[in-house]
């Protein structure tokens, strides 16, 4: 059982060096979210204005 108290232990300070990493990681991540969401809106409206711009060009044309 002493053991037991120990590893958490060791295993938490030996984790801080790498929950530290994921900190800076998930900083990033939430940065990164929004761009994902960013280039789907650019390309959902980029689709219909790309889709527009093709189609007025084919009724002239």
Not at 12 to 24: A, H, S, T, V, Y
């Amino acid at each position: 059982m002493p053991d037991q108290p120990p590893d958490p232990l060791h295993y938490e300070m030996k984790l801080p060096p790498e929950p530290r990493k994921p900190e800076p990681r998930k900083n990033d991540d939430s940065p990164t979210p929004p761009p994902s969401p960013d280039p789907a809106e650019k390309a959902q409206q980029e689709a219909p204005n790309h889709k527009s711009k093709p189609d007025s060009d084919q009724q002239p044309g």
